[in-house]
């Protein structure tokens, strides 16, 4: 993380700059911060502008056109509604992101969150966590904190586990999940110190984020493999970028290798309009088309859910081919993933079960 490439100079010393990157550059004042751990760079091409691993690292002139949607916080994570304290951040009903930091172990271009990443925030203060933990503390409905940022990975280990222990020690959250990026561009941050500390806060769940196969490498499989060996479930989410890995081959490669890792597939989200992002997304046509190819073939254990996150803080929209030809009364006509055809006729007598109270109140709370 010290040896960070931060500057152009640094980055020049590395890559052989095309014009569009140099411009990328040249602009880079009003744009989102560069910057990638010597690692992630090594598995990107110092000369090949085609390289997808560069083109998540490097800023290209396009960046800095208007294009169709650009949006500053695409998941209205500023919105009063949403955002509960100055880190955390409460859109849905049993669950909370807590903003730990604001620093990654790589800039992504596309990154949806530029309206808090890279803006020199750092840590969450010692009264910004008692604030959100005393938020926590008073929704008994939230039992999932999910600690995100910036990467929270690029945490030391003391200061994180104090945020950790800050949260699991409310009665009602049931789990913590952690967001981050570091088993793919410093996958040598998992070691058995950090695992040892993550088993103490058990359940703890961790999102990956690998776009690409060719981020895979033996480190991050063995990044990965140490935190499943300790029991920590480790879910991917993806994000489908515009020639980079909008291609049903890579994303099936992905997938597979992932799964062999017992990491599984989780989201395969639409690209979300985030400024300067535009040349980076994928039409919904497109990644729906690469949904539909994926179907069938790949097995629901590989088979990532595409999410569209709806503008402005909608939430999120599941997409799935739609293999319903007609519908007429209780029956239903599809035409499956490989074009076998048949019906569905629904039961007459649907039977509600009995819900016990106990069962009842936890879904209501
Ligand atoms: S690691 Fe995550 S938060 Fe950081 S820049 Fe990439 S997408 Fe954004």
Redesign the pocket.
Known sequence: MRHSLKTKDDFSSYYKLSNTEVLGFAGLENLFRVQTTPYYASLSSASDTTNAVRKMILPQQAELDSGAQQMLDPLGENKASNRATSRLIHRYTDRALFLATDL?????R????KHF??SDQVLATDPQIEQAVNYVKAHPEIKEIIF????PLTIGNSKLAKMLSAFYDIDHVELIRI?S?MPTVNPFRIDDELVTLLKSFKPVYFMS?FNHPDELTRDSAMALEKLVDNGVPVFNQLVLLNGINNDAALIYALSRRLLYLRVKPHYMFQADPSMGTDHLRTSIEESLQIQRQLWGHASGLAMPRFIVDIPEGGGKAALVPDYVTQRSGSKWSFKGWDGVEADYISPRQPQKPVVEDRYRQEWLR
């Open positions: 990654c172990g790589i800039y992504c596309y990154c949806t969150r990443t890279a995100s940022g910036g990467d967001g990026r984020h």
